[in-house]
């Protein structure tokens, strides 16, 4: 069996394959009518029959393909998918990033798909349920998006929107009613201090929309790896800076997505108001 660590390309080409065909179950799952199936840190936080479906249906075809791979999922962790010791390549997954708007039917939902080699994102996808459209990177190889009005080989550029108050910012919210409040309180400051903010409800797709101008900017706490791996490289390779505040990495405490000229402000302005705070 092969343990050999394939370079970006060849491992994009595996996370585009198999997210497709998990898009299409989770598509399909959704037309035949969806019911929660469980909750998880609330009751508002649920999990749906398709997660868990679609999550199995990616682990499965992972384990075919590279089976010496380690694979991490928003479901079920790394479950029975740890492989041996010593693997260097993980897939981090979030079968269904925007449960509740594809509990809905809101088409803001996506299957997310990354490739990690030793501890760092090297290829990601992330694919619309709902519409099909496609984002995918590779480290150092750039952003792509299909679908849509992009052709297959247009690369994408983020906004070059110098003025944070010109900026429309997205942002998402936890479930805990205390990290909301929190979060409410910091988005109530905020709101003042740029064009206007915009709430799709899957971080992935938000950072996939920052990574093509769609917004220009993007912040959020309390995201897991499965939230934003795949999003994140997207994000970085269309020339967004993704970081955390005072010079932290991007993880559970916040993540800013903004194109370099707005980095610096909204981070600024983020650390004011306490942003990585509360619950």
Known sequence: MDRSVPPPGELLEIAVDVARDAAATAHRMRAEGVSVAATKSTVTDVVTAADRAV????????RRLRPHDAVLGEEYGEGDAAPADGARVRWIVDPIDGTVNYLYGLPYCAVSLAAEVDGAVV??????VATGEQWTATAGGGAYRIGGAYRVDERLRCSDETDLGQALVATGFGYDAGRRSHQARVLAELIAHVRDIRRQGAAALDLCLAAEGRVDAYYEKGLAAWDQ???ALVATEAGLRVGGLGGLPAGPDLVIAAPPALFAPL?????DLDASGGP
């Open 55 to 62: 999550e199995r249906q990616v682990v499965d075809a992972l």
């Open 123 to 128: 290829a990601g996808v992330v694919r619309n």
């Open 229 to 231: 791996a795949a999003g």
């Open 267 to 271: 981070h600024d302005r983020l650390a």
